[in-house]
């Protein structure tokens, strides 16, 4: 997600961005070099006194590491966390009473600008600092903002891991088609082509989803029978309820 972040800001003509990374790979060493982009290996020895601090650090990680970056809160940075299912009150103890702290969660789609970031702003963040969230993650793509932080779960749950769902059913169209005697690599072409241009559909076409999905349905007709599979009592919307609340709850269990 990190990697996604610096793309969208470097899209968006973001400037001063250091970021630290104790092992770089090759790609990042190369793109510093051209972007004009300030590597460190720790917290420690970043040299500028940074306005913002994004914290990209997977959950597991950041409890052990949320320490190290104590002196950017302590120097007044404001301190944005993509982390799910790490709260605020976590942070804060690893920051300081006095940090403040937005908790954001964005989306793999960021990386080509079409991603969807949830935000929310602990007790103590200002306006300008919810204006300066906003303007980072709008470089991935949509903001929204939500009134109460574990709502950030539902959304890490919804839109967070959303795109692996999506990616999955490309899979599954894909093995559905070879299953219906397609060769595999048309059956794969025919399936992200589908996924793909229904969502560009969908972000182009004011419609609601559902209105869109009736559009499709011919009474009696092809769609209209798969859809009796997937709209059944136990089809896919209750499959996905399942999914999203096993995500959420995953969430909650990383505080």
């Given at each position: 997600?990190?990697?996604?972040?610096?793309?969208?800001?470097?899209?968006s003509g973001v400037k001063s961005i250091t970021v630290v990374e104790p092992k770089p790979s090759a790609e990042l060493k190369k793109l510093a070099k051209a972007k004009n982009i300030a590597l460190?290996?720790?917290?420690?020895?970043?040299?500028?006194?940074?306005?913002?601090?994004?914290?990209?650090?997977?959950?597991?990680?950041?409890?052990?590491?949320?320490?190290?970056?104590?002196?950017?809160?302590?120097?007044?940075?404001?301190?944005?966390?993509?982390?799910?299912?790490?709260?605020?009150?976590?942070?804060?103890?690893?920051?300081?009473?006095?940090?403040?702290?937005?908790?954001?969660?964005?989306?793999?789609?960021?990386?080509?600008?079409?991603?969807?970031?949830?935000?929310?702003?602990?007790?103590?963040?200002?306006?300008?600092?919810?204006?300066?969230?906003?303007?980072?993650?709008?470089?991935?793509?949509?903001?929204?903002?939500?009134?109460?932080?574990?709502?950030?779960?539902?959304?890490?749950?919804?839109?967070?891991?959303?795109?692996?769902?999506?990616?999955?059913?490309?899979?599954?169209?894909?093995?559905?088609?070879?299953?219906?005697?397609?060769?595999?690599?048309?059956?794969?072409?025919?399936?992200?082509?589908?996924?793909?241009?229904?969502?560009?559909?969908?972000?182009?076409?004011?419609s609601s989803a559902s209105a869109l999905r009736e559009a499709v349905t011919s009474p009696g007709g092809?769609?209209?029978?798969?859809?009796?599979?997937?709209?059944?009592?136990?089809?896919?919307?209750?499959?996905?309820?399942?999914?999203?609340?096993?995500?959420?709850?995953?969430?909650?269990?990383?505080?």
């Amino acid at each position: 997600m990190g990697s996604a972040l610096l793309k969208g800001w470097l899209k968006s003509g973001v400037k001063s961005i250091t970021v630290v990374e104790p092992k770089p790979s090759a790609e990042l060493k190369k793109l510093a070099k051209a972007k004009n982009i300030a590597l460190a290996a720790a917290p420690s020895q970043v040299k500028a006194k940074p306005s913002t601090c994004v914290v990209a650090i997977k959950p597991q990680v950041l409890k052990g590491e949320a320490g190290a970056l104590a002196a950017f809160a302590q120097n007044g940075a404001l301190m944005i966390s993509i982390a799910a299912g790490t709260s605020v009150a976590a942070l804060s103890k690893a920051w300081g009473k006095k940090a403040r702290i937005i908790r954001a969660m964005p989306n793999t789609p960021g990386a080509i600008g079409a991603g969807i970031s949830g935000l929310y702003a602990a007790k103590g963040a200002t306006a300008a600092d919810k204006k300066r969230a906003a303007s980072l993650l709008a470089a991935l793509g949509a903001t929204e903002w939500v009134a109460k932080e574990e709502l950030i779960d539902s959304v890490t749950a919804v839109s967070g891991s959303g795109p692996a769902y999506l990616f999955l059913m490309a899979e599954a169209l894909t093995e559905a088609g070879v299953a219906e005697g397609l060769p595999r690599p048309q059956a794969e072409k025919f399936a992200r082509a589908t996924v793909a241009g229904a969502g560009a559909l969908l972000a182009a076409d004011k419609s609601s989803a559902s209105a869109l999905r009736e559009a499709v349905t011919s009474p009696g007709g092809t769609t209209a029978a798969a859809l009796g599979v997937l709209m059944a009592d136990d089809g896919l919307t209750a499959l996905m309820k399942r999914a999203v609340r096993a995500a959420r709850k995953r969430a909650e269990e990383l505080r």
